[in-house]
């Protein structure tokens, strides 16, 4: 399977608890996106990696999340400290150009759970 | 001001027949491209088709098309011959030339009748 992958699929956890998600991107696209996706939403951009910077973040990723990809391949997605707010559906994508004609492909997404 | 707006929460079907799921979107760049995605209850992404902001021709991808009217910002998806296995949350979104994310509707859960 050469798409988009996401570890682990489903996760619960506890209030206070930290976790963490891993995305593999294609493995030609050299960027990476992360996307929380709420029930009865759609997909709200977090963060974007071009090679192994990030270029952007949005106002939803506070300090308590964290994205890392450490050498422009795979990446991390950290939260800290969860809280129930943060139960939802993180999607991973990737792409390999800036051309806005260029569409990202997603994973099959981390559902959280917090309790 | 919502960049991509989609009306429909929800849509109906006849197995066979055509449907179209609307979406505007609001932009001041020149350039940008629009974009649809179907979601299953499984939760992935599905990338459906794409139209660029100066094509000319309206795409079409199998039974998908995107009816693109620039006037009027709308960028609808129509989809031909429904099947049960179009039944699905539908994502119109819109990436900007200026920009890197991608903005999403709030979708358009579609239900295809036998």
């Known amino acids: 399977d050469t798409g988009v992958s996401q570890d682990p699929r489903h996760k619960i956890t506890k209030r206070g608890q930290n976790v963490t998600f891993r995305c593999d991107p294609i493995?030609?696209?050299?960027?990476l996106y992360w996307y929380r996706q709420t029930l009865g939403q759609g997909p709200e951009f977090l963060t974007y990696?071009?090679?192994?910077?990030?270029?952007?973040k949005s106002r939803l990723l506070s300090d308590r999340f964290s994205a890392e990809r450490p050498k422009g391949s795979f990446s991390t997605l950290e939260i800290q400290r969860t809280e129930q707010g943060d139960s939802a559906m993180y999607l991973c994508?990737?792409?390999?150009?800036?051309?806005?004609?260029?569409?990202?492909?997603f994973g099959e997404g981390s559902w959280l759970t917090v309790v | 001001a919502q960049k991509i707006t989609q009306t429909q929460p929800g849509m109906f079907v006849q197995e066979k027949e055509a449907v179209t799921l609307d979406c505007t979107y609001d932009t001041s760049d020149q350039s940008y491209g629009l974009f649809w995605y179907k979601q299953p209850s499984s939760g992935e992404m599905i990338f459906l088709i794409y139209?660029?902001?100066?094509?000319?021709q309206n795409a079409t991808e199998g039974r998908y098309s995107l009816n693109f009217q620039k006037a009027r910002k709308s960028a609808n998806l129509v989809i031909s011959a429904s099947q049960l296995g179009d039944s699905a949350m539908y994502f119109c979104?819109?990436?900007?030339?200026?920009?890197?994310?991608?903005?999403f509707g709030t979708g358009t859960s579609l239900t295809v009748i036998p």
């Open positions: 990696f071009q090679n192994e910077a990030q270029l952007e």
């Open positions: 994508a990737s792409s390999f150009d800036a051309n806005s004609g260029n569409t990202i492909y």
């Open positions: 139209q660029g902001s100066y094509d000319e």
């Open positions: 493995s030609e696209h050299n960027r």
């Open positions: 979104a819109m990436r900007e030339r200026t920009g890197n994310q991608f903005y």
